[in-house]
């Protein structure tokens, strides 16, 4: 196949990936996100991908991510796969129907874009193994949850004063007549109108540029998962403990019940995001949220913060950061022991 720098289509994503897949004995160098090790692991699933690397360049095959897009170079030829997660090119089977669902969300979530026009394409061929798309509320997991709970997982948007704040989400429902019980698909148009307004009019006091268009989007389900609600795991657990959740989640796809279970309980029970010091080197955050990433991604809807410096944690115990945040750090959280005070 010839290296194309034009847009590519579904098909000549696929046929690269076929391409990767059928490769003997390859290696891979990948960046340390959600996106690239679905994409690595699912080689490694599907192929005879034999190591991953977040430093090699001796790699046979490299994921390269920079501002003019997405790369994939394999034996020094680059091939350009746009804004396309990597995940997308996988090809399609009810196996994997789910681990494709994280990638491409988790990588839509953590650059802060929607669902580009072939990853839609890669949602709708998934349809015939059962996935569920629909345009609606952008909250975590509206039809199995209450609504409360949903307004109280939402990251992204985050909802100034509800999200993480349980009383507050169940108060909000009750000023327009939802109970704390329902769901979604239990309430009136009427009553969603004004949900739908109270959101807005709240995360209105942190981004002035929101619109109803950036809350009521394309979703994706499957099974009893929403793959917002997913993604958002894995983006927690990769910070709390590393590749190793996400590995056997693709292994074993089943094994998703188990962490979105993990992360209900542990979330669940009320968060907060304090202030906010920004220093030479990083920014540092006092709150009780356990994941720098997921609390990044709140702090970057408010333009409290920028990318350009990762993002530290205090908490009651400490000092913490994670290895999606500083590179060379070991998996899990890290607690920072030394730390320049005049820099704080």
């Keep these: 196949m010839e290296s194309f720098l034009r847009q590519p289509t579904k098909e000549e994503l696929r046929q690269l990936a076929s391409q990767i897949i059928n490769l003997e004995k390859t290696c891979i160098k990948i960046s340390y996100n959600i996106d690239d090790l679905i994409f690595a692991f699912l080689l490694f699933k599907l192929g005879k991908l034999t190591a991953v690397s977040f430093a090699s360049d001796d790699c046979e ?25 990597f995940t997308a090119m996988i090809p399609a089977s009810i196996d994997d129907t789910l681990p494709i669902l994280a990638g491409i969300t988790g990588s839509t979530i953590l650059e802060r ?47 100034p004063d ?8 169940i108060k909000t429902l009750k000023e327009i007549n939802i109970a704390e019980t329902d769901r979604l698909d239990e309430i009136d148009e009427a009553k969603l109108n004004s949900l739908v307004y109270k959101i807005i009019s709240n995360i209105l006091k942190i981004n002035p540029k929101i619109t109803r268009e950036d809350i009521i989007t ?40 188990l962490l979105i279970t993990k992360f209900r309980e542990e979330v669940g029970k009320g968060f907060y995001v304090g202030s906010v010091t920004e ?63 005049n820099n704080i």
């Design 218 to 257: 394309d979703r994706a389900f499957y099974l009893e998962y929403d793959s917002l609600e997913l993604a958002f795991a894995l983006i927690y657990f990769l910070d709390l403990k590393g590749v190793g959740d996400i590995f056997q989640f693709v292994m074993s796809p089943n094994y998703a019940e």
């Design 61 to 85: 095959i490299k994921l390269i991510t920079d501002a003019s897009g997405k790369f994939i170079e394999i034996g020094g030829k680059r091939y350009y796969i746009g804004a396309n997660s």
């Design 279 to 341: 220093t030479r080197n990083f920014y540092l955050v006092e709150t009780n949220l356990k994941s720098p990433t997921l609390v990044q991604l709140i702090l970057l809807q408010s333009g409290k913060i920028k990318r350009n410096k990762p993002v530290y944690i205090k908490t009651e115990d400490g000092i913490y950061t994670s290895r999606f945040q500083v590179n060379n750090l070991k998996e899990g959280l890290n607690k920072i022991e030394n730390i320049d005070k």
């Design 162 to 169: 509800i999200s993480g704040n349980r009383e507050n989400a």
């Design 113 to 159: 874009r929607k669902y580009s026009d072939i990853e839609l394409e890669i949602l709708n061929d998934l349809m015939k193994f059962g996935v569920l798309l629909e345009k609606n509320l952008k909250i975590p997991n509206y039809k199995n949850l209450p609504l409360f709970f949903s307004l109280l997982l939402s990251f992204d948007p985050y909802i």
